[in-house]
């Protein structure tokens, strides 16, 4: 499975943007995914996961509320919707695909077998 995040870029702290994952080589309909970010200087860390169906999420304290991943399997495509970006918001976002039991989310990245390369999203204050 070969993912491809987009959609980030530079935005003023209140605004909005969506990071789309696109899947190819393979359907990700019966994999959960998730949305981990690595800002400068620390390390990747958890931000939104959900089951295969899309009927369980999960999401990091700091983003509830403002954030929301979903999927369209019939794309092939997971998105995380972002609103009310915050400075603190500013990293690289990664997509991965978890092969393991799918009808639930993971929070671990070690739970993931495939990665995106990453797209930056920069909240300017």
């Known amino acids: 499975v070969q993912l491809q995040a987009s959609g980030g870029g530079l935005v003023q702290a209140g605004g909005s943007l969506r990071l789309s994952c696109a899947a190819s080589g393979r359907t990700i309909s019966a994999y959960a995914m998730g949305w981990f970010r690595q800002a400068p200087g620390k390390e990747r860390a958890f931000v939104a996961a959900?089951?295969?169906?899309?009927?369980?999420?999960a999401y990091t304290d700091s983003v509830k509320g403002r954030f929301t991943i979903s999927r369209d399997n019939t794309k092939n495509t997971v998105y995380l919707e972002m609103n009310s970006l915050k400075p603190e918001d500013t990293a690289v976002y990664y997509c991965a695909a978890s092969t393991r039991y799918s009808g639930t989310y993971y929070v671990a990245d070690g739970s993931y077998a495939y990665w995106g390369q990453g797209t930056l999203v920069t909240v300017s204050s």
């Open positions: 959900l089951s295969s169906s899309g009927s369980r999420t």
